[in-house]
């Protein structure tokens, strides 16, 4: 958050200098089309500052998550679909589809899963749009934990693979605790409130991510806490709030989630 507000700072002493040199009186050696340049370059910092990502609008991401066994089997696949916004609605920052082939060990707590994700992403602003486009392969344990009935607890370990467009090939290491308490009933069933919460963090294994540009180690952290609902046994329901913070700012985030198994 410091780092954003010292680069709107500098933005603005950036925007002052350029206006000062453009107000002088230029010398007639200078050409005309030089003061055209300033003047096209101020234009360009004014453009800018205000195309970047604003951490005080609250972002809104709506998604499904669904699940199922091959019949009685060790089997199954896992998906979601998410759609996230900058603001709550209308700007776009990523469409996520993501799916995979799930296997469960006999007797084990521990769910592994392959998958396959595509993601679009596009930049901050209603006036502009410039989508990128990634696919990313990865590989998951979910390792499930209860304490009694009422806490239920999922570690997730998530290793990905990405493609992203004009970026080097790259790889990133996730983990997330997820943490489900019943409410109005002694364990998770039908017409169950629940508290839900997560926290997962985010690792790059290498910085350097071509064309000149570099990230950090630490990419991201996310924060969640909702209020769940079971509709039916295999339905149920999350409205939330997730925090999202990276090396360069802080951002809140609506979340309504639908979980569905079949």
Partial sequence: MLLYFSAKKLIFRVKLIIWDLINQNIPSK????????????FSFVCYNSYSQVKPETLGGWYMYFWNTNIKKSNWGFQGDIQYRNWNVAGDL???????GLCYSPKESST?????????????????????????????EALIKQSLGQRIHLNHRFRFEQRLVQYQKFRMR????????????????EKNTFYLALYNEIFINT???????????IFDRNRAYAA???????????????????????????LQLSVHHTF
């Fill in 30 to 41: 200078i050409m005309k089309h030089q003061r055209y340049i300033l003047i096209a370059l």
């Fill in 93 to 99: 920052e990523q469409l996520l589809l993501r799916g």
């Fill in 111 to 139: 769910k592994l899963t392959l998958g396959y994700a595509f993601i679009l992403s596009d930049v901050f602003g209603l006036q502009q749009s410039k989508i990128s486009q990634e696919h990313r392969i990865y590989q």
């Fill in 173 to 188: 290491l996730r983990y997330n605790l997820f943490i489900n308490i019943a409410l109005n009933k002694a364990k998770m």
């Fill in 206 to 216: 290498a910085k350097d991510i071509g064309n000149g540009k570099s990230v950090e």
């Fill in 227 to 253: 209020l769940g609902y079971h509709i039916l046994d295999q339905l149920k329901v999350q409205l939330g709030y997730m925090y999202q913070s990276n090396n360069l700012y802080g951002k809140g985030q």
